[in-house]
């Protein structure tokens, strides 16, 4: 039997349980000890016991989103190599993950080897194709409205407001996934 000790330590925080127990099980076989949480704060409790090396952490959650998490971890271990998830993919929160100390960003549904892998990149994809088409003008739109959130740090009244928008209308929109292209 593996020491527990021995092998790295890997925080998962996602506030869909099916999708964390399924996660956690994957990490376990492949060896990683695997500590669970459901939201940023129990996240935080979890990682100030025991600062991870590896971290997987789930954007959107009930109260403060994954961002805020990724902000702390690293502040608490600069070294802690973190994936953010995400079923709202969007560039805004893309660039800010990345700025913030997350390793790289996947949208949902990614498995554990794609989040592996994820772990391993330390630098950019000159080769990645460039998409020939440009963005409709519903995925312009989502980007838009990420871009004015993340600037009004979330405040969906401060960001309807900027955006001349009705506060009911913008939170159908950010209800909703994102249009693909």
Same mark, same amino acid.
């Given at each position: 039997m593996t020491d527990h000790d021995d092998r790295p330590s890997l925080l998962l925080v996602d506030d869909d349980a099916t999708f964390r127990a399924v996660l956690a099980e994957a990490f376990e076989k492949r060896g990683y000890a695997v500590r669970v949480a459901h939201d940023v704060p129990s996240g935080l409790a979890v990682a100030a016991q025991d600062p991870p090396e590896y971290a997987v952490i789930d954007l959107k959650m009930p109260g403060p989103s994954g961002l805020e998490l990724v902000q702390k971890l690293k502040q608490?271990?600069?070294?802690?190599?973190?994936?953010?998830?995400?079923?709202?993919?969007?560039? %805004?929160?893309?660039?800010? =993950?990345i700025k913030l100390g997350a390793t790289h960003y996947l949208a949902k549904p990614?498995?554990?080897?794609? /989040?592996?892998?994820?772990?391993?990149? %330390?630098?950019?994809?000159? =080769?990645?194709?460039?998409?020939?088409?440009?963005?409709?003008?519903?995925r312009l739109?989502?980007?838009? /409205?990420?871009?004015?959130?993340?600037?009004?740090?979330?405040?969906i009244s401060e960001t309807a407001r900027r955006l001349g928008m009705h506060r009911r209308t913008l939170q159908r929109k950010l209800a909703k996934r994102p249009v693909r292209h």
């Open positions: 608490l271990d600069e070294n802690t190599r973190i994936v953010m998830l995400t079923g709202y993919a969007s560039i %805004t929160t893309a660039v800010e =993950a990614a498995d554990a080897d794609e /989040i592996l892998a994820a772990f391993q990149r %330390t630098e950019g994809d000159a =080769a990645l194709p460039v998409e020939p088409r440009p963005l409709s003008v519903a739109e989502w980007e838009h /409205i990420q871009k004015v959130l993340s600037e009004c740090q979330g405040n």
